[in-house]
């Protein structure tokens, strides 16, 4: 079975629910979909769900142990922040379960066509992404460290990497004995290669490209001029029903990379905050509940937080 994952917590709620209706329109309403928790913070999430028979939340406790102790034994500090479960490697309990083939979307994604063609290539690979990341490998690799291209040629890092925001793969990979062969090729020195300020993304880079199980992306793999852009940082995609195209094709995905939760909630909750494609995301946000849609003045100027800014966001979370 075919399904598409995510992983949230009622922090992202807007954005999830954001992304199960784009789900719902651009692939369709009886798509399954598995929400793996980040956190046990998901009371908005259960009572969101009820009303969506496709929708699933992950509770398999034993798998999610697993994983977390794979990332306890790669990274301890990573995993305790504040004193709670520091979640996002859950989304690696895809490898367990429930779809035999999947497709993983961060939470703040936007789903803007049916996924068919990724699916198919998974039938020549066992590993799926459709990003640009490979042209800045500074956010996967430490490209300080002496030892990096003993472990990966600058050939692989310089097309092989990728986000961990979108990718689709299969249930099965990296399964106990492959787990132990990468903590323990990270314990004898590997660690020192992988960045260490974003999380899974570096670990999970490491784990593809270390395993060496069959991999593609289709900003690599589809002719010139025939991929397309994924970002939000990109402003020149152009919206036609509720969709976004690049240079007249549509994207397979829309990542709103880099825009605080609290950013997205205060514009639901009807400021007048200011993102790119703000619209396209309240249209999501509120597809099944239009009436309950923020009447918002005209768009102000979007400007990344300033530092005051960012220590007011610190101060609400905490």
């Known amino acids: ?31 399954p979909v598995c929400i793996y928790p980040f956190d046990d913070q998901l009371d908005r999430i259960r009572a969101e769900i009820q009303n969506r028979p496709n929708v699933t939340l992950y509770n398999d406790e034993a798998s999610m142990r697993q994983w977390d102790e794979f990332m306890q034994r790669i990274d301890p500090e990573k995993l305790d922040q504040k004193k709670r479960l520091y979640g996002a490697h859950r989304r690696f309990c895809a490898f ?23 699916f198919e ?22 490209l300080a ?71 593609c992306n289709l ?10 852009g994924c970002s939000v940082t990109s402003k020149h995609f152009e919206e036609k029903d509720h969709v976004l195209y690049d240079r007249d094709r549509p994207l397979t995905y829309l990542h709103y990379i880099g825009i605080q939760p609290q950013r997205m909630e205060r514009v639901c909750q009807g400021e007048n905050v200011a993102f790119p494609y703000r619209d396209l995301f309240l249209y999501y946000r509120f597809l099944h509940q239009p009436e309950k849609r ?9 400007s990344k937080p300033t530092l005051v800014e960012k220590v007011l966001q610190k101060l609400r979370r905490a």
Not at 127 to 139: A, R
């Open 1 to 31: 079975m075919n399904g598409i994952c995510t992983l949230a917590n009622d922090r992202v709620f807007d954005q999830l629910v954001a992304l199960l209706n784009s789900i719902d329109a651009n692939i369709g309403r009886a798509t």
């Open 96 to 118: 367990d379960a429930p779809f035999d083939r999947f497709i993983y979307m961060d939470a703040d994604t936007l789903a803007m066509s049916s996924m068919r063609h990724i």
């Open 121 to 142: 290539q998974l039938d020549d690979h066992d590993w799926v992404v459709y990003d640009f990341q490979f042209l800045d490998p500074s956010k996967i690799y430490n």
């Open 145 to 215: 460290s002496p030892k990096l291209h003993e472990v990966f040629s600058a050939e692989r890092i310089g097309k092989e990497i990728f986000c961990s925001g979108f990718y689709a793969s299969k249930r099965g990979l990296f399964g106990a004995a492959q787990r132990e062969e990468l903590i323990a090729a990270l314990q004898a020195g590997d660690r020192e290669i992988l960045y260490g300020g974003a999380g899974e993304q570096p670990v999970i880079n490491y784990m593809v490209m270390k395993s060496g199980i069959k991999s």
């Open 219 to 228: 900003a690599h793999l589809l002719p010139y001029g025939e991929s397309t």
């Open 294 to 302: 923020p009447v918002l003045s005209e768009l102000p100027a979007y």
